[in-house]
């Protein structure tokens, strides 16, 4: 079925460091997302990108986050700086438009902020 | 605003007996409804979607009925099997957005 791609899979930094995590969606797909989930807790929407554009974002998005998809590349999600509670799997999800779109979902970058 | 509710935290049960996972909504309109499945370190997958025209969606024995009366789309399968252990999450679309439940673990016990 479709892939999403998120690299690196696991990554370890120092607090106050940047992170860049990269996202390469369903090729057809329109719709762009990451989702934050803290280990053993829910799924939460940090934000969704159409069109070269943020559409919607959560309170979990915070200042210190940042979307993009220059040129058609990756989907990225930028922290800077990064915080202890940070540290989380962030999911990048694709999808076509539609009210009922299916989310495909990558299989996670694990972070870790020391 | 709207939501989505799963009463169960945890469900634990014996390999071979019925599964029920529970899921409520609160709308104004009658949403898209979804079931994804996560197993243990990998991402969330699609299991079911809710349909417009009253079909019942089915994939992998389990199957969800919307029910726009009760507000309820829950999950259920016929025989539970070791694999089926994992999270499952109730979710639904709201402007192009996705948002999930509080999820149920589902543990299946020999």
């Known amino acids: 079925g479709p892939k999403v791609l998120q690299i690196p899979s696991h990554q370890i930094i120092d607090m106050g460091q940047m992170v860049t995590l990269n996202c390469d969606p369903v090729?057809?797909?329109?719709?762009f997302y990451w989702y934050k989930q803290i280990l053993g807790q829910q799924m939460e929407f940090l934000v969704n990108f159409y069109n070269g554009k943020v559409m919607e974002k959560s309170k979990l998005f915070k200042d210190q986050f940042s979307v993009e998809r220059p040129d058609g590349s990756y989907f990225t999600l930028k922290i800077q700086p990064t915080a202890l509670e940070d540290s989380a799997v962030y999911f990048c999800a694709s999808s076509h438009p539609g009210a009922g779109n299916t989310l495909y979902f990558g299989e996670g970058s694990r972070l870790i902020v020391v | 605003g709207d939501s989505v509710t799963q009463t169960e935290g945890l469900v634990t049960l014996t390999e071979g007996l019925p599964v029920m996972l529970n899921c409520t909504y609160q709308?104004?309109?009658?949403?898209?409804l979804f079931w994804y499945v996560q197993h243990l370190n990998e991402a969330p997958k699609l299991l079911l979607k809710?349909?417009?025209?009253?079909k019942r969606p089915e994939h992998q024995g389990f199957h969800a009925t919307l029910h726009k009366s009760s507000s309820s789309f829950h999950l259920q399968k016929s025989s539970a099997q070791l694999s089926d252990s994992a999270l499952y999450y109730c979710?639904?679309?709201?402007?192009?957005?996705?948002?999930f439940g509080d999820g149920t673990q589902l543990v299946v016990k020999p």
């Open positions: 979710a639904w679309n709201s402007n192009n957005r996705i948002f």
């Open positions: 809710s349909f417009t025209d009253n």
């Open positions: 090729s057809n797909h329109l719709y």
């Open positions: 709308s104004t309109y009658s949403p898209f």
